[in-house]
């Protein structure tokens, strides 16, 4: 069914039954951002809900979570950011994504010729390996930059098979960078760290941070300060470009505003702004999930098989060199997964993956480094595919 409430009740029957599964069952350990993505990708690969969006069957409520719900979900979790802790994480949290984006160029590099994609996908082989060195460093915004300037966009086939295989991996490093962290914990000692929030106990996932009392007048207030600050940021950042033919991303606008507002004590006390950015996170998780079109991918035949090749072993190269980094280095392993994350999924990836861990001081150094990869990832991606071509 493509009826979009329909679709938003199944996304919130998700989240419910993430959450359920977290609080009683041994999933609890997997986390609620795992699981809402893997439940709706199983969803949507069965075709309960449509697998994704795309120009000739668009899904309008997908879209609008993209383009709405994921950045003000950003707005509402750092208006109680401590901007103490965060300024303590960015030394490693900047060498990690660095490491990281200097990672999957050479990701690419060494998957093109492995793959043989000039011999599979021909001349617009090293576009393709500029698409996903940009997507993988900054986002979908570089992904399509590049591609539009080398005409990709007009081979259907080739452009949407991209879109899928980026989705589909997408997904796999996401829940990647929830397992791996936990899997390393405590296997060295780190040397650059960021001290936890003092709870006394190990962090339980969100579940319980989440829980808020809220009055429907502070709900109503958080809400419209959210929307209002989308709004605000998408028309500043036209207006900045327009006059002054400079661009400066949206998502970095809207940090500043909350940044902005958090250090305001009466805004701070306000309650809801956790509970509405959480589920909007797990909404966009959800969303990504959706994505993870497993048979369109199989239908793609040689090409699909190149198209996969291609980005897995630029993911798996990026995710080699950042962890391996980050043992030789002696960086939080935490730190190094929400930086690859802010490479590969972008900032309100990052974002989700640092409150999943349990990282509430995470957050904003994945923010800011996700908007650092859209300010920079096109350029890159257009490096990389000038020196394949």
């Known amino acids: 069914m493509r009826d979009p409430l329909f679709i938003l009740a199944v996304l919130c029957l ?34 309960i809900i449509p697998a994704g969006s795309t120009a000739a069957a668009p899904v309008p409520l997908y879209d609008a979570i993209f383009a709405y719900v994921a950045p003000i979900s950003i707005f509402w979790l750092l208006l109680q ?32 010729p492995l793959v043989s994609a000039h011999d599979v996908i021909g001349p617009l082989a090293g576009a393709v390996g500029g698409m996903y060195t940009g997507t993988y460093i900054g986002g979908s915004i570089n992904f399509n930059a590049v591609a539009l300037s080398y005409g990709v966009e007009k081979n259907g086939l080739l452009f949407g098979g991209a879109i899928v295989v980026d989705n589909v991996i997408t997904t796999v ?10 899997f390393l914990a405590g296997r060295w000692k780190p040397r650059w760290t960021v001290a936890r929030p003092a709870t006394g106990a190990e962090p339980l996932l969100g579940i319980e941070d989440d829980t808020e009392t809220v009055h429907p007048m502070d709900f109503a207030l958080v809400l419209a300060m959210g929307v209002l600050a989308q709004v605000l940021s998408v028309w500043l950042a036209s ?42 996170v797990y909404i966009f998780l959800a969303v990504i999930g959706a994505f993870c079109d497993i048979p369109a991918m199989l239908h793609l035949g040689r090409l699909g098989v190149a198209l996969l090749g291609l980005a897995g072993i630029t993911v798996l190269v990026h995710g080699i060199v950042s ?39 995470l957050i904003l150094p994945g923010i800011l480094m996700g908007a650092l990869g859209n300010a920079i990832g096109t350029f890159l991606g257009f490096a990389m595919a000038q020196a394949l071509r």
């Open 81 to 112: 950011v401590n901007l103490r802790s965060v300024l303590k994480a960015g030394a490693p949290m900047i060498l990690m994504y660095l490491l990281g984006a200097a990672a999957v160029m050479l990701g690419v590099w060494i998957a093109v």
């Open 239 to 280: 207006a900045i470009q327009r006059w002054f033919r400079v661009d400066i991303p949206a998502i970095l606008i809207i940090t500043i505003f909350a940044l902005v507002l958090a250090q305001i004590p009466a805004v701070a006390r306000l309650r809801g702004a956790r509970m509405l950015g959480m589920f909007a």
């Open 14 to 47: 998700n989240v419910v039954a993430s959450e359920w599964l977290c609080r009683h069952t041994a999933l609890r350990h997997l986390g609620s951002a795992l699981l809402v993505i893997v439940l709706t990708a199983i969803v949507a690969n069965l075709r």
């Open 323 to 361: 962890f391996g980094a980050a043992w030789l280095l002696r960086v939080d392993p935490d730190v190094a997964a929400v930086a690859s994350q802010a490479n590969v999924g972008g900032s309100t990836s990052a974002l989700a993956l640092a409150r999943s861990l349990g990282r509430e001081d």
């Open 173 to 182: 490093w996401m829940i990647a960078t929830l397992a791996v962290p936990r």
